[in-house]
Each structure stands twice: as structure tokens, then as C-alpha cells.
């Protein structure tokens, strides 16, 4: 089966700062999304990330905050910007169309963010 | 829009014992699909089982299975013989457009010895 890795696996950064995450797929896939979990909290989707052009938001997520690249079929990165304690949250990357029933969304493991 | 509705915060199961994990759903879809995830404490999120609208017979997964009753717009997980491992939360989801996925508000599940 495919492997999602994720980097870094955890990070305590301080306000103000950025960090970028990274989420590499040891093959194709069709669609790469990164969600947001905040303590205690369900699953948020912040963006679609699309090939080659602009992801897609959802409601209550901007580009200035969450820019996202995705360069090619198997990479993607998060970028978190001008960090604030509110943005401590588990980060993860998944990716559609890997073996399995169809729309079945595979998870990295997700990176731990604190922000102080 | 699609809603999970997850209505147990937590449950708790005696080591070999079976659990039932509890989710009802809305949509307005005629084909769609039904996901369980587990996340241990690590954070991980592992895909265990996925129920089809018009499949005919229940999904099962091993120790999962799920009962699901369409009319009623239920898909309860049942994991059967209980094991250590098995404490995590557990979160249903239903793919929305574009492949989106929205999940329940998980359930806390802790396995005791």
C-alpha cells in the first residue's frame, strides 16, 4: 500500500512566525486536501489542493494565512503563517486515489503544531 | 449540505467484549458513501471501513461491521471482541462535493482489562 509521510511529525513554534509543512505521497494520486484539528476537536478542511494552480478554500480559511502549493501528483505543502497560539492544532494532509473504495481519503500522520 | 451526527462523547467496553458506536447522517445524495475512521492518541488517522448506499449487505472489516439502516440514516460501527488497541476516537464521515470528506464530532472509545 502507499505510504503518506508527513514533516515535521510535531513543532513548537513561536507567535508571529510561519512554519510549512510537508506531505509527500510514495505515488500518484488525484486529489491531496490538509485538514485542521484543534484540541479536542473534529476534523476541519482548510483547502483542496489543486496541481499546478491555486488551491481551493473553504469558508473561514484565506491564502495570506494558509498559502498551499502542490507541484506535482505525489508533493504538497501547508504553510502556516503568522503564527498565533489559536493555530495549536494537529495538521494533516490525505490524499484520494489510492487503492480502496472510490472517494476513500488516506491520512498522513499528521503533524502536531504548538504555537506559544 | 451533508451532516454526521455522532452523539456519544464516549463509551466504554470491557476487554472482549462487543461496542456499538453510534452515527446518523443527512444528505440529500441517492448514491453515496459511508466512512469510519480510528485515530489513536498518536494522531493518525487510519481508514477501517467503508459502507456503499446500495450495497446490498452490511460492510464488515474483520472485528468491524456496520449496521446500517438506510431509511433511519444510520451507519453504527460495531467492533467486535474488544481489544486494548482499540481505545481511540472514532469519527464517521460522508464525502461531500468535490470528494470532501465531513465528519461527526468522534466518539472517545476506551477499552478496559
Known amino acids: 500500500s502507499a505510504v503518506i509521510s508527513q514533516k515535521p511529525s510535531r513543532d513548537i513554534c513561536q507567535r508571529g512566525t510561519s512554519l510549512t509543512i510537508q506531505c509527500q505521497v510514495d505515488s500518484q494520486v488525484t486529489m491531496m486536501f490538509w485538514y485542521r484539528q484543534q484540541p479536542g476537536q473534529s476534523l476541519t478542511l482548510i483547502a483542496t489542493a489543486n496541481q499546478g494552480s491555486e488551491a481551493t478554500y473553504e469558508s473561514g480559511f484565506v491564502i495570506d494565512k494558509f498559502p498551499i502549493s502542490r507541484p506535482n501528483l505525489t508533493f504538497s505543502t501547508l504553510t502556516v503563517s503568522n503564527m498565533s497560539p489559536e493555530d495549536s492544532s494537529i495538521y494533516l494532509c490525505?490524499?484520494?486515489?489510492?487503492?480502496?473504495?472510490?472517494?476513500?481519503?488516506?491520512f498522513g500522520p499528521g503533524t502536531r503544531l504548538l504555537v506559544l | 449540505a451533508q451532516k454526521i451526527t455522532q452523539t456519544q462523547p464516549g463509551m466504554f467496553v470491557q476487554e472482549k467484549e462487543a461496542v456499538t458506536l453510534d452515527c446518523t447522517y443527512d444528505?440529500?445524495?441517492?448514491?453515496?458513501?459511508l466512512f469510519w475512521y480510528k485515530q489513536p492518541s498518536s494522531g493518525e488517522m487510519i481508514f477501517l471501513i467503508y459502507q456503499g448506499s446500495y450495497d446490498e449487505q452490511n460492510a464488515t472489516e474483520g472485528r468491524y461491521s456496520l449496521n446500517f439502516q438506510k431509511a433511519r440514516k444510520s451507519a453504527n460501527l460495531v467492533i467486535s471482541a474488544s481489544q486494548l488497541g482499540d481505545s481511540a476516537m472514532y469519527f464517521c464521515a460522508l464525502p461531500s462535493y468535490g470528494n470532501k470528506l465531513v465528519f461527526g464530532a468522534g466518539t472517545i472509545l476506551r477499552v478496559k482489562s
Open positions: 444528505t440529500s445524495d441517492q448514491s453515496y458513501g
Open positions: 490525505s490524499v484520494v486515489g489510492l487503492a480502496g473504495p472510490p472517494e476513500t481519503q488516506y
